[in-house]
């Protein structure tokens, strides 16, 4: 298993920025993808975006042209750059890391609430 712990959760206004970190255990070497998912009260849990080890990246329809995913191989951490923010975006934000032999490590996640 390879902890996870994300970071950056806090409150912002509808039209502001935020980074999430997810520091991953395990050297970037190891890993095959790391992704972000996020989930809202009532509402089930929804993949944001993902890199691979290639750095190809995915994103969902709702934050295409507003969120980049990134990451620091020396840090052993992805970063989720989220602009232009929307009420709908308020969640908690969870980091998973799937390793090369397709186990998968969650963090604990981390809120993010989008209110003026």
């Known amino acids: 298993q390879v902890q996870v712990v994300e970071s950056g959760g806090t409150l912002v206004q509808p039209g502001g920025s935020l980074r999430l970190s997810c520091a991953a255990s395990a050297s970037i070497l190891s890993i095959y993808a790391m992704d972000w998912y996020r989930q809202a009260p009532g509402k089930q849990r929804e993949l944001v975006a993902r890199i691979t080890a290639a750095g190809s990246t995915n994103y969902a329809d709702s934050v295409k042209g507003r969120f980049t995913i990134s990451r620091d191989n020396s840090k052993n951490t992805v970063y989720l750059q989220m602009n232009s923010l929307k009420p709908e975006d308020a969640a908690v934000y969870y980091c998973?890391?799937?390793?090369?032999?397709?186990?998968?490590?969650w963090g604990q996640g981390t809120q993010v609430t989008v209110s003026s």
């Open positions: 998973r890391v799937t390793e090369w032999n397709g186990r998968d490590s």
